[in-house]
């Protein structure tokens, strides 16, 4: 984790529903860990009603409308810290890179090594444990998958 608290956060999170609402479990344990921070999304556009935890923005991405580099270049204006990718694609590791995010964190793989200023390598083989026990770990090893369940925010209409 951040030795020092990061003003404002964002999270890629992935494409599909499935693994969408299990990073749900990821964006709580980052809530909780920087309780002071602006913590934004981006979702695939149709998702943005999926009620997921967040303290600041959902901020909708159509790649039949805008590339993955042109939507990264639209961020730059919002001076984020962090940039936390989950999802396992070069498109969005390319996001993170074009939009200058300082720290960029994900995974290694599929040649995006170069794209992340924090490239971590899996510690087992992907989609070997948890999802999101995959995605814990991208903040810190050895949180509780137990501790962070998936789970959607109700939210009043």
């Known amino acids: 984790m951040p030795e020092s608290a990061p003003v404002k956060i964002l999270i890629r999170t992935p494409n599909w529903l499935g693994d969408m609402v299990m990073s749900s479990g990821f964006v709580r344990a980052v809530l909780e860990a920087f309780p002071e921070s602006q913590v934004d999304l981006i979702v695939k556009s149709g998702f943005e009603k999926i009620p997921l935890p967040h303290r600041g923005q959902i901020i909708p991405f159509d790649p039949k ?93």
Do not use: C
């Open 65 to 157: 409308k805008e590339t993955a580099g042109n939507f990264g270049k639209t961020l730059r204006a919002e001076n984020y810290d962090y940039f936390y990718v989950l999802p396992p694609s070069f498109s969005a590791a390319w996001m993170a890179h074009k939009s200058k995010i300082p720290h960029r964190i994900g995974y290694s793989g599929e040649f995006r090594s170069f794209l992340l200023s924090l490239a971590k390598k899996p510690e087992a083989t992907p989609r070997s444990q948890h999802l999101l026990k995959e995605y814990l770990n991208l903040l810190a090893p050895g949180l509780s998958t137990e501790k962070y369940p998936p789970r959607l925010v109700h939210r009043q209409s």
